[in-house]
C-alpha cells in the first residue's frame, strides 16, 4: 500500500477530543509526513508535521491542543485532537513523500504547506459542534 487512508473522523461537541490515524506505507522516499486540513470554502491548511526523526510542528491554531505522533513498526501516523472548536470543523488529510528537492524534510515547511506531496489520502470529516 502506497497511497495513505485517513479514519477516525466524526461529530463531537466543542471541548471533545478525537483521534485520526492514517494508515501508510514505509517505501516512502521521504519519511516526512504531515496533517492537514480544509473547510467548505476555505484553502487547505497545514495542521502538523513529522519529520524524519520525530521532530514535529504545528499551526499555532492548534498549539497546545493537537499531537502529531507516529507508529514506525505498524505504518501508521496520529492526530490525537483535544478541546475540539467549532473552527476546527474540516476535512482532514494525510500528506506523504513531500518533494524537497535535494534538501531535507523540514517539519516546519510541512506545517507551512511549502512541499508538494506524491500521496495524499482520501480525507475523514470532523465536524465539531458549539
Known amino acids: 500500500q502506497v497511497q495513505p487512508v485517513e479514519s477516525g473522523g466524526g461529530s463531537v461537541q466543542a471541548g471533545g477530543s478525537l483521534r485520526l490515524s492514517c494508515t501508510a506505507s514505509?517505501?516512502?522516499?521521504?519519511?516526512?509526513m504531515g496533517w492537514f486540513r480544509q473547510a467548505p470554502g476555505k484553502k487547505r491548511e497545514g495542521v502538523a508535521g513529522?519529520?524524519?526523526?520525530?521532530?514535529?510542528a504545528y499551526a499555532d491554531s492548534v498549539k497546545g491542543r493537537f499531537t502529531i505522533s507516529r507508529d514506525k513498526a505498524k505504518n501508521i501516523l496520529y492526530l490525537q485532537m483535544t478541546n475540539l472548536k467549532p473552527e476546527d470543523t474540516g476535512m482532514y488529510y494525510c500528506?506523504?513523500?513531500?518533494?524537497?528537492?535535494?534538501?531535507?524534510?523540514?517539519?516546519?515547511?510541512?506545517?507551512?504547506?511549502?512541499?508538494?506531496?506524491?500521496?495524499w489520502g482520501q480525507g475523514t470529516q470532523v465536524t465539531v459542534s458549539s
Open positions: 513529522i519529520d524524519a526523526a520525530g521532530g514535529t
Open positions: 500528506a506523504a513523500d513531500p518533494d524537497t528537492g535535494i534538501l531535507p524534510c523540514y517539519k516546519e515547511y510541512v506545517v507551512e504547506g511549502v512541499y508538494d506531496y506524491t500521496y
Open positions: 514505509n517505501n516512502y522516499r521521504r519519511n516526512c
